[in-house]
């Protein structure tokens, strides 16, 4: 007999099958089992069901050739499902499941106008997932999930065309958890009706970068059915990955990709370009890389204006180092989700752009198996009961805490002064200090520096007498001028200064884990290895953060600055969590031109800062600077 089979209906596949709506079993309806509050595995991947529907996107005709749109979901499911098992499905939606294109990115370096210079230009190279090829099947099937891959909009075998993240895209994996709950026809490859009767309803959505930030734009709809999310460095605001406060910025690693170049990457269909190049003509146009203003194409890829409508529980995991999908993206989510009571948890790694599989393997599993549990069986797992915050303070060390940031965080301000310190006091009367723009060198070669240098200001603290721990959104005030040159940026940089930050004379080079698809264990070919130089001076740079002094104001407006005249520009770093040990020094640095980030105007532009009137502004939980 299989151990699915049951003699008579056991109280926890009731208890399950009344939480979910789905039929209670009988004698011969296979059945959940349940021990010890938790799924167990007892279904045969092998022998799993695999079909493929194609789900009619009612009201999106994207390439308009006069019908509705339409997406691919493939679907792994227990064989029992056949014979009357209901179960709940967790859901991988993605525009890489059929690969990518090779496509050009713009050119970053600019005239004084910011008018594109001629350049070479980059290929884009990201990783292209493999369907039913991770632990989602491997590891959830057997315990009662049905496993759903969605090719978006444009990708693969889908009709339609990619728009990179507005409310075109968002209808496909929307309309795949429609058909899931009898709201949305679906198709076999032969055309004839197909429905979802297995399915409880029930719908987690949980991927990596894209595939993560599909989940957040999906939950913003409010749609029924969608339990639960678990977005992975995934993106709540378009503008904020590809601009920032006003300013053209690119995605580590990735200069010169806008919102045209991801779609053209994932525009695999049949046909493409004959349907969506007029589409994508305009993204083109519309995206602005020379003002780098807030507009409405981008209101529309903003996840933020629609947190109010999320129902969904939200299990949220994000990299303190992923400066692909920056660490603002999910604060703010978080920040928002927290204002709306939304159910929440969170996971900060010190990991970049990754997959947590890949970090804290037994653990993830055990937290996640639970989450799952919890929103899509409605089995009592315990995991509402642990903190809500799990955050990685070093290599392999985790604390877990009631929430993030961590309680009793309070903002403290440092205050640069003429002699290159940090202070705890103002010192108004300290003189200015220029630094002349540049394009060449890097913000590391420009850090690991020493002394003064005419192309960047640096401040630091004294050695700290004890460890001090920030976690939250510092920010920093600068009073200065602009003249002699072209460029609109202001970059700073908050850095730890410390012998055993980085060994002193080694080699220095960063590794940037991109993992676009489902970041499965082995994935070593989206792995991108950097070599900085050799150090002089051990550093890390903890956060950055940028402006285009243009938009002092607001994001959407430029405001043109007359030359030598002060200005008070105030903008936001990343989000972090980090520990500056005892001994370290905490440093301000400040630049224009971030190599690797920002557009690069022709060098030359003078910047006056006043220090004496400018601040640093840091969520210290505990320690003391001074």
Known sequence: MHPWKALAVPLAALLVATMTGATPATADTPAIKIENNATQPVFSRADAVKQTVFVEVAGTDSDHDGQADRVAVDILRPKETDQGLKVPVI??????????????????DVDENGNPLPTLRALVDKLAAEPFDGYYDNYFLPRGYAIALVENLGSGRATGCPTSGDVNETAGPKAAIDWLNG?????????????????????????????????????????????TIVPIAAISSWYDYYRANGGVLA?????????????????????????????????????????????????????????????????????????NVKTKQFAQWWYALAKQHVPRKIWLHQGTHMNPFNLRTAEWLRQLHGWFDYWLHGIDSGIMREPQADVETAAG???????????????????????????????????????????????????????????????????????????????????????????????????????????????????????????????????????LGTATTPYKIVTRGWLDVRNRHRADRTEPLRAGKDYSFTWDFQPTDYLFKKGH????????????????????TKVTVSPGLSSLRLPVTFGKLH
């Open 397 to 531: 060390q985790w604390e877990r805490h009631a929430s993030w940031p961590l309680p009793g965080t309070a903002t403290v301000p440092l205050f640069p002064g003429s002699d290159s310190k940090l202070n705890l006091l103002p010192r108004p009367l300290s003189p200015k200090e220029s630094f002349v723009d540049q394009k060449t060198r890097t913000a590391e070669q420009l850090v690991e520096a020493t002394g003064k240098d005419p192309n960047r200001l640096a401040y630091a603290t004294g050695t700290l007498p004890t460890d001090v721990r920030i976690s939250g959104t510092p920010t920093v005030s600068v009073r200065a001028s602009f003249k002699d040159g072209a460029s609109p940026y202001l970059t700073a940089l908050l850095v730890d200064y410390g012998t055993d930050v980085r060994p002193n004379g080694t080699l220095v080079s960063t590794g940037e884990n991109y993992c676009y698809g489902q970041g499965i264990p082995g994935d070593t070919g989206c792995t991108t290895l950097r070599t």
């Open 251 to 323: 995605p580590g690693t990735f200069q010169g990709e806008d919102l045209d170049v991801l779609a053209k990457y994932v525009l695999t269909r049949e046909n493409g370009q004959a349907a969506c190049g007029a589409l994508i003509d305009r993204l083109t146009a519309d995206q602005d890389r020379v003002t780098g203003d807030y507009s409405p194409l981008w209101d529309a890829r903003n996840y933020m204006n629609d947190v109010r409508k999320v129902k969904a529980s939200v299990f949220l995991v994000h990299g303190l180092n992923d400066w």
């Open 183 to 227: 709201r949305a026809r679906g198709f076999d490859a032969d055309g004839n009706p197909v429905e979802a009767t297995w399915s409880t309803g029930k719908v987690g959505m949980i991927g990596v970068s894209y595939n993560g930030t599909l989940p957040n734009a999906v939950a913003a709809t409010g749609v029924k059915g969608l339990e």
């Open 91 to 108: 859901m991988e939606a993605s525009p890489y499941f059929a690969g990518g294109n090779d496509v050009s990115n713009h050119p970053v």
């Open 585 to 604: 020094r905490l440093g301000l640095v400040i630049l224009s031109t971030d190599y690797d980030y920002t557009l690069r105007y022709p060098p030359g």
